[in-house]
């Protein structure tokens, strides 16, 4: 039976959270919960989607104090904020959250000061008072300085299956949570309308859609790099309306005490939405074997945890590892070097010096060990019976191993005397210590695999090439232009193979690159300044920031609301200039042929001029 797990409260919107073992629900929330906020001096209210850094102050205080305005505030090398009620001003100021307007109540000079001096900007605190003046007519209740719902609910297995989607493992205090359930399916809570805790009924109102603020990585102020959860969740959790939802808001039916522990009971049910799923979770994968296969590399094979059948996949074809190190998940991408018809899947791997994951895998790694693992993919995969010349240094031997031994098996299953003839294989290397899978080599060579070794450190009787691979080397393969050639290793190495195959007269279309390193960050520019033009308003701004973030800095409003390319709401028509814009989810390949561009993450490479499609 679903239980409460676990309770929390923030006393300033988007600051830090603070556990509770009880609490009291009132018609605004949970007593305490988001009682103050940060704003600027015109009254907009400020967050983590813009300053991520909030996160890093600490409330400190009693839920019920923490409600008639006493209260704390620490952050890391500065004195600590001590707030009363008492001693505030308690001067009217008017604000909003999105698009409720109403009054809240100043504190003083000093808060003011102290959070200005943290945010290295004009700023004010205030408070919400004992009880708040922002009256949501279509909840039928007031509501705190929350942003739009009195609470959230999310349960400990909807957070565990989205571990088990993404690349990142992410935290519950991302989602700034109010309750927690646990003894639940994952996204149970979806099919939830009313339920009771303790003493408290709450109706579950709608899915909480989430921004780029779950994005801010724990005890940090920085956004992960890939966007992890919401890129994630915008796979499996997007509405037809474009709403990326995870938890549920509740509104409180009437008002009582909750315990950590106490059973939750569902009183009614409802349909859940329906999410296409684009974010399959990942298998376990089970280490079942390792072994050596040349100085400092190692194999390894894994099975299926659940002994279920593992997909299959197609040779020069790789996998995406999530491998989960103190906490913090890192995703990898390694060929498999055997043919599909052996069942399991097998990669190797090169120790790194002074690499985390290559090093981890090699000496901590132990078999019976588990690891996640996404599907099979990549296109480095080449052409039935076409002939091929494959070419690899260090590592890159790995999806060369695999197309290798699976013509091997196809051609035993015709019956062919040589079945490895069409293929010429030349690897580059350091040592013959270095040379991997001697063993298989050599079996591939009675097969009728022309092989070149290339060693750029031989010892003294070594009797094959020596140095690194060249175009006269190159030029000197057999039916080179008729080939299908294919490179995988350092990128430098491939870049000068490719130009030496390109002057000797291989068409373009004939070479493959295996570069599958993952995503990257776009590529630094040197900081520019350029002319912005926002509508009726230009500016001098950079090619650094967003065009949204530059605009908020020169007091332009642009709508906006996830500031993560998911909803849409900041589309602008791009009229003169160029941009660096990202894919996006909110942003189809037509609208970006029609020049719409997301200002959220649109940085300008030229100077440019835009026009927001809400005045359009």
């Known amino acids: 039976m679903a239980k409460l ?4 409260i923030y006393p300033v919107k988007s600051m830090g959270a603070q556990p509770l073992k009880l609490a009291r629900v009132c018609p605004e929330g949970l007593a305490g919960d988001r009682r103050f906020m940060v704003i600027k001096p015109s009254g907009d209210f400020i967050t983590a989607r813009t300053h991520p850094m909030l996160q890093l102050i600490t409330p400190k205080g009693q839920d019920e104090d923490i409600h008639v305005g006493r209260l704390r505030l620490s952050y890391p090398g500065q004195p600590d904020l001590a707030l009363d009620a008492s001693e505030f001003e308690k001067a009217p100021v008017k604000t909003q959250v999105w698009k409720d307007g109403f009054e809240a109540l100043s504190i003083h000079a000093l808060a003011d000061a102290w959070i200005s001096t943290l945010l290295g900007e004009p700023a004010r605190l205030i408070w919400l008072g004992e009880t708040s003046n922002r009256f949501r007519e279509t909840l039928a209740t007031r509501v705190s300085f929350a942003d739009g719902y009195p609470l959230l609910l999310i349960s400990e297995a909807s957070l565990a299956d989205l571990n088990l989607r993404a690349d ?26 009313r339920i009771r805790i303790g003493e408290v009924e709450f109706l579950l109102a709608k899915p909480c859609s989430r921004c780029v603020m779950t994005t801010v990585i724990p005890g940090t102020d920085r956004f992960h790099p890939l966007g992890e959860p919401l890129a994630t969740l915008s796979k499996f959790r997007k509405t ?22 106490d059973t939750l009971e569902i009183l009614e049910e409802q349909p859940s939405e329906h999410y296409p799923n684009r974010a399959p979770a990942k298998r376990s994968l089970r280490l079942a074997a390792k072994a050596p296969i040349a100085k400092d590399f190692m194999g390894f094979t894994f099975e299926a945890a659940d002994g279920k059948p593992l997909p299959t996949f197609l040779p020069g074809q790789h996998l995406v590892f999530a491998f989960d190190i103190d906490g913090t998940r890192h995703i990898r991408r390694y060929s498999l070097t055997h043919a599909p018809a052996e069942g399991n899947y097998h990669i ?23 690891v996640l693992c996404s599907r099979p993919e990549g296109r480095f995969i080449p052409k039935t019976g076409k002939p091929l010349l494959l070419i690899s240094a260090g590592s890159g031997v790995t999806p060369m191993l695999a197309m290798v031994r699976t013509a091997l098996e196809l051609g035993k299953l015709k019956g062919l005397s040589a079945p490895l003839a069409h293929i010429h294989f030349i690897h580059q290397c350091r040592s013959e210590a270095d040379i991997p899978c001697r063993g298989s080599l050599h079996d591939f060579v009675a097969a009728g695999m022309t092989l070149e070794l290339n060693l750029t450190a031989p010892a003294p009787d070594w009797q094959g090439n020596e140095g690194r691979i060249n175009a006269p080397q190159l030029s000197a393969v057999p039916g080179l232009e008729e080939r299908d ?61 967003s065009l949204l973030t530059q605009a908020e800095a020169q007091g332009i409003k642009l709508l906006w609301s996830c500031r993560a390319g998911i909803c849409g709401s900041c589309k602008c028509k791009l009229t003169k200039g160029e941009v660096h814009q990202p894919r996006a989810e909110a942003l189809s390949d037509i609208e970006r042929e029609q020049g719409v561009i997301l200002a959220c993450c649109a940085t300008p490479l030229t100077d440019v001029s835009l026009v927001p499609l809400d005045s359009v």
């Open 168 to 193: 990142a493992i992410s935290q519950m205090s991302q989602f700034r949570t109010n309750l927690v359930v646990s003894d639940t399916d994952a996204f149970a809570e979806d099919g939830w309308k």
């Open 240 to 261: 037809q309306q474009g709403d990326v939802n995870f938890g549920q808001n509740l509104i409180a039916l009437n008002e009582g005490i909750i315990r950590e522990g």
């Open 485 to 545: 050639t294919f490179i995988c290793g350092p990128s430098g190495f491939m870049q000068t193979v490719e130009t030496m195959l390109a002057q000797g007269g291989v068409p373009t279309e004939q070479i493959h690159c295996e570069s599958f390193g993952g995503l990257t960050s776009v590529e630094a520019r040197a900081p520019e300044q350029l002319k912005i033009q926002i509508g009726e308003k230009g500016f001098v701004g950079d090619n650094q920031q």
């Open 5 to 8: 797990s676990a309770i929390h």
């Open 348 to 370: 190797g791997v090169k120790r790194t010096q002074g690499g985390l994951i290559s090093n981890w895998l090699h000496d901590e790694l132990a078999v019976g060990d588990t």
